[in-house]
């Protein structure tokens, strides 16, 4: 639904003046800080009309009106004015360390700046590998003990112990993970097995056991690492006026982030998106609360999308300084798994 650029201006002062302070806003109050030469009673009537279209609302303890979640809509995707924010300070936040850390720490990096910087709760889902590999590697651990390396495309290592059949020399081990990286690198284990089984008549019947047995475990070892949801700062919810007063909501918040599961199923959905996503109060229909919002936006690896990190915070958050700090994080985080 259009508004006219007076009801517009009115919109944007009020969300404003309601995420700064969380009072109900009056009509004196809308006439001095909307910068409009408009009578109070003008304004009320003004009002009116955007209270009967949804976008603002009246409590029933104040003549001032506060923002529904369809106003907060209209604010975020037509009236929003978003702040630039210092990019080189958060990258070098994200990045200290590198390159010694892992990807797990970067990625746990990324959770702590959201949660630091917007002063709530910070979630990135970790890299979904769908049992894809970048390299593996056979090391001999003793006579038909091998110990598999494994590393994912965002750079994370896995290990399985193999107990073999046969005692295979450094060489052969050598020639084995030199096939498999030539020609299955950046496949999945899956893809890899049925190349495998068209090849196997090629290749000696022993190394053969141990490819077989590489894919198997391979596609095990990254499938006990998917999906994880990293999360920092939920603590900083209990601060939230807006929501410390429902106890009951907040348990229900707690739980999600316990069980993680529907958080999961938004973050994934986010991930299949481009650029920064904005869920109001219940749109997503899987954060628990009309009173929260989530931001989200997804980051890759070489280009390839792998995963997604967000804000959980309240309805009332400062848009316009979140939307950029998870836009620039996904992006800083993207660079640093690259490297």
Do not use: C, W
């Amino acid at each position: 639904m259009q508004l006219d650029i007076r009801a517009q201006t009115l919109l944007k002062a009020l969300v404003e003046r309601y995420i700064a302070d969380g009072q109900p806003v009056g009509s004196r109050a809308l006439s001095k800080i909307s910068g409009l030469e408009l009578s109070p009673a003008t304004i009320r009537n003004a009002m009116a009309d955007l209270e009967e279209m949804g976008f603002v609302a009246s409590p029933h303890t104040s003549a001032g009106r506060i923002p529904t979640p369809r106003g907060y809509r209209m604010f975020v995707d037509e009236l929003l004015t978003v702040q630039e924010i210092d990019e080189s300070s958060l990258e070098s936040r994200l990045q200290t360390g590198l390159p010694s850390q892992s990807p797990q720490r970067i990625i746990s990096n990324a959770a702590q700046i959201l949660s630091s910087l917007s002063q709530f709760a910070g979630v990135v889902l970790t890299p979904k590998t769908g049992s894809t590999f970048r390299q593996v590697e056979f090391l001999r651990l003793s006579e038909k003990r091998i110990l598999l390396v494994v590393v994912a495309p965002a750079g994370e290592v896995h290990n399985r112990l193999l107990l073999t059949t046969t005692d295979y020399t450094p060489a052969q081990l050598t020639r084995a993970a030199n096939y498999l990286n030539q020609n299955f690198s950046g496949l999945s284990f899956d893809e890899a097995r049925l190349r495998l089984n068209g090849e196997l008549r090629q290749l000696q019947s022993d190394m053969s056991r141990l490819m077989q047995a590489a894919v198997e475990a391979g596609s095990d070892a990254l499938a006990e690492n998917a999906d994880e949801v990293v999360i920092a700062g939920e603590r900083n919810l209990l601060k939230v006026e807006d929501l410390s007063s429902n106890m009951n909501s907040l348990r229900k918040l707690f739980d999600m982030f316990e069980q993680k599961s529907g958080l999961m199923q938004l973050l994934d959905v986010s991930s299949k998106a481009s650029g920064v996503q904005i869920f109001i109060g219940g749109e997503s229909q899987l954060v628990p609360l009309d009173e929260m919002s989530v931001v989200t936006a997804p980051y890759g690896v070489n280009g390839k999308v792998v995963g997604t990190l967000g804000v959980i915070g309240p309805t009332r958050m400062a848009y316009e300084r979140v939307i950029p700090i998870v836009d620039i994080t996904a992006k800083l985080l993207s660079n640093a798994l690259s490297q």
